[in-house]
């Protein structure tokens, strides 16, 4: 299948998007390009004074170490600014375009929302913790 076939039949609003950690490429936060885990990792380590011998690409462990020296709120702070979208690319602006069945994110930024809002079409997220009826899924 090419591309021109694959776009025709999303066309048909019965195909289901997800997307990953791979689809903030090309995006902006406040602080410029989206980084990925590892280089957020990285800064965080850096900012604690974490000798590189013991650094890895584990967000997890680096947000650990930078609760350890600073505050819950400083590393809300930090994470809110490298999450927060500024702009999109024009490929995630035409991702947004198409006509979906519906889109699935395992991301914490709003790339995909706002690929939406930038072409003026209504998304209505949905997560875990909201009850099915209280959403807007449809069954067909």
Request: proline share 3%; charged share 25%; aromatic share 10%.
């Amino acid at each position: 299948m090419d591309i021109k076939e694959a776009v025709s039949k999303i066309g048909w609003g019965k195909t289901v998007l997800f997307t990953g950690a791979g689809f903030s490429l090309g995006a902006n936060s406040a602080n410029g390009p989206f980084k990925t885990a590892g280089q957020i990792a990285k800064d965080l380590y850096n900012v604690c004074n974490v000798s590189e011998d013991y650094q890895d690409k584990s967000i997890n462990r680096a947000a650990q170490w930078f609760q350890k020296k600073h505050s819950d709120n400083e590393l809300i702070s930090y994470l809110q600014n490298e999450f927060v979208v500024s702009s999109i690319s024009d490929e995630q602006r035409f991702i947004g375009s198409l006509n979906w069945k519906r889109c699935y994110t395992i991301n914490y930024d709003e790339i995909l929302e706002k690929s939406y809002a930038e072409n003026r079409r209504p998304l209505h997220p949905t997560t875990p913790s909201m009850s099915v009826k209280d959403s807007n899924i449809s069954t067909s």
